[in-house]
Structures are given as structure tokens and as C-alpha cells.
């Protein structure tokens, strides 16, 4: 896939995909009005805001690395190579740790704890869909090199440092 439409096409799932799970659901559940369930809300209102902008940081760079590799990241459209830059390097599901704790921390802006349910579901489907597909499909398509990977970068909790992983041509 030349790099162009790959740029298009994630552009355009990432619209499509985290833009209904970050902003058209939140939005059906809160209507985007803020509450203070407790006095001094503000504070809790802050970590909102950094959670919401420490989970776009891997999200979106998960995504530029996708459409760098050539590829989209949905499963139609695997790329043809392993993509394991940017956040993949900390943790194998950037994009999915990225989409819950951006909910998380939209939890805490809003005041709205009913997302909270929104952020177990999405939990719930995305370590479904890694565990019975992607990982199958992922292991299928790359073998030991996603072997390797799986050994290395954990799935779910990021590692403090990045992996790098060995060049099998000159070993370094």
C-alpha cells in the first residue's frame, strides 16, 4: 500500500473508530454537560485533563507508526511488517490502553462516573478481541517475530523502557 492512502485510511479510521469511542458514545452518555459530584471537583477535573492527553499521546502515535509502516490499523489491512516503533516498543495494545484511559480521564472532567461502565466494556472488548483474533492473526502473519514480541513487550501495562528488538543480520 503506498504511503499516501495508508495516511488516508488510518486518517480516516481514526475519525471513524476512537472519534466514536472518545467523542460519539461519551457524548450519547453525558450530552458533554459537567457535574461536581464532590466539592473542589477541579482537582479531579485536572487529572482528567492529563489522562485525556497522556492516553491521545500513544493513541495517536500507535497510529502514525501504522500509517508509516504502510498499513491501517484494522485487521483488512495488516502491514507487512511488524510494527513495533513509537509506544509499540512500551506496550503491545497502544491504541487500546490509549482509548480507556482517554475515557477515564473523561470520566473524571465530566464528573460523570456512568462512563465508567463505557470504560469496562471497552476493556472488556478490546482484551477479547486482542486475546481470541489479533494475537492469533498476529502470530499467523509474523511467527517468531511476533513470538519474540509477545515475550518482550507486555500487553496491557507499559514498560518503563522501551524494547528494542535484536537485528537478526548483524545481531546488534
Do not use: C
Request: without cysteine; proline residues 8%.
Amino acid at each position: 500500500m503506498r504511503r499516501s492512502h495508508a495516511a488516508m485510511g488510518t486518517a480516516l479510521f481514526f475519525v471513524v473508530g476512537p472519534g466514536t469511542v472518545l467523542g460519539l458514545v461519551p457524548w450519547w452518555i453525558t450530552g458533554w454537560e459537567f457535574r461536581e459530584p464532590l466539592p473542589n471537583w477541579w482537582a479531579a477535573q485536572t487529572v482528567g485533563v492529563l489522562l485525556i492527553i497522556a492516553g491521545l499521546a500513544p493513541l495517536v502515535g500507535a497510529f502514525i507508526e501504522f500509517a508509516k509502516a504502510r498499513g491501517v490499523p484494522v485487521p483488512v489491512t495488516p502491514t507487512q511488517h511488524l510494527v513495533v516503533d513509537g509506544f509499540n516498543r512500551y506496550v503491545r495494545n497502544p491504541m487500546y490502553v490509549g482509548l480507556s484511559t482517554v475515557v477515564l480521564g473523561e470520566t473524571l472532567l465530566f464528573g460523570r462516573f456512568e462512563l465508567l461502565w463505557w470504560v469496562a466494556f471497552i476493556v472488556v472488548i478490546t482484551m477479547t478481541f486482542v486475546r481470541f483474533y489479533e494475537e492469533p492473526a498476529l502470530k499467523r502473519l509474523f511467527g517468531a517475530e511476533y513470538e519474540e514480541y509477545l515475550r518482550n513487550v507486555p500487553g496491557w501495562i507499559p514498560r518503563l523502557r522501551p524494547w528494542r528488538p535484536v537485528d537478526r543480520v548483524s545481531g546488534h
